[in-house]
């Protein structure tokens, strides 16, 4: 199966990436040249998803080396750190944009002593690294998790886990793909995903673009449909996970978790080991974004609720490890995952 999109591409010595907060309505691609740039398509969700971001901004690192290149040495260091100030400071939750930037930080600091024309070189080619790796581990982990589905398999995802939200392929969607490639009949169950929609906007959009059978249903139908037994197994990706297996991932990824419970139903996470992080000793100690209210009291042009409420947003939910009945992983699948069989995945 061949990947219809490019989410992140390299043209022309800039970086451009889809628009997501278009899609499906049109399809257009947002072109950046430096740090400031990028940090602003992350944090207006241009670009979003953990992996997807952490691409992105290891691209707006090499960006804006390439902007100071004209400059003198003092100016290209200062502005090199600044551009990892930004860049860290576009989005909280997602813990690959700080890996990833820990990540070029680490080849800047190795190289710091070579010419500036080296060091952008050097930075870009790590940025080109980081997304081919992204589509590798992806694969790795579609091939694991593509075991754990029966044929015919009735897969419930909530928000956008494919290959809009990574490099290409995609992590819980990315399992999806890899069990159809391996020629099983797979359909899948969207939950829209208030208050952004990735799930209908997003998810459904990927599906139809590959002919993979998918029904959107809205995020309060998801139990009916459980007890009804139109669900096999519930996946979805992170955006961070705690040492001890706790999850972080779009708001209302806790409610399907319990309901999954709930229903004997297998709730599966797809996780790239860059996406957990050992620092944390639980989920309560993951950051949670609060986004803007309009994003809940309307969507584009239509406003729907009564001028004046007050309105929390927050864009994530942290769902404890005992619901999470596996991570599904590059490195293979991690059942009853805590904090003894997560370390392990490090070599700890």
Not at 63 to 77: D, I, K, N, Q, S
Not at 125 to 148: C, F, K, T, W, Y
Not at 313 to 338: C, H
């Amino acid at each position: 199966m061949t990947q219809a999109v490019q989410t992140l591409r390299w043209v022309d010595g800039a970086l451009e990436m889809i628009d997501q907060r278009v899609l499906p309505a049109r399809f257009d691609y947002v072109r950046y040249t430096n740090a400031a740039e990028v940090a602003d398509g992350i944090r207006l969700m241009v670009v979003r998803g953990a992996p997807a971001i952490g691409c992105a901004a290891a691209y707006g690192v090499a960006l804006e080396a390439m902007a100071l290149l004209h400059g003198g040495r003092e100016a290209f260091v200062s502005g090199l750190e600044r551009a990892f100030e930004v860049l860290a400071a576009s989005r909280p939750t997602a813990v690959n944009l700080f890996w990833a930037l820990q990540r070029m930080r680490a080849i800047w600091r190795i190289n710091q002593q070579r010419a500036q024309s080296e060091i952008a070189a050097i930075l870009l080619a790590q940025a080109h690294e980081i997304s081919v790796e992204d589509v590798r581990i992806n694969r790795a982990m579609g091939a694991h998790g593509a075991a754990l589905l029966t044929d015919g398999a009735r897969v419930l995802t909530h928000c956008n886990a494919g290959a809009l939200a990574t490099a290409g392929h995609g992590t819980a969607l990315g399992v999806i793909r890899s069990a159809v490639e391996a020629g099983k009949r797979i359909s899948v169950i969207a939950d829209e995903t208030r208050p952004f929609l990735q799930g209908a906007r997003l998810t459904a959009w990927e599906m139809v673009q590959e002919g993979i059978p998918v029904t959107l249903i809205t995020d309060n139908m998801a139990g009916h449909l459980m007890r009804c037994g139109e669900v096999d197994a519930v996946i979805v990706g992170t955006d961070r996970v705690a040492a001890n297996g706790d999850v972080a991932n779009k708001i209302g990824t806790y409610m399907v978790a319990v309901l999954a419970q709930r229903h004997a139903i297998p709730f599966y996470v797809a996780c790239p080991l860059s996406t957990i992080d050992l620092t944390l000793a639980h989920g309560d100690a993951i950051p949670i974004e609060e986004r803007a209210a309009a994003e809940v009291t309307g969507f584009r042009d239509c406003q729907w609720a009564a001028q004046g409420v007050q309105v929390r947003n927050p864009a994530f939910d942290v769902t404890p490890a005992e619901l999470v009945t596996a991570l599904i992983t590059e490195k293979g699948v991690v059942r009853q995952p805590n904090r003894e069989n997560i370390a392990r995945l490090f070599g700890a």
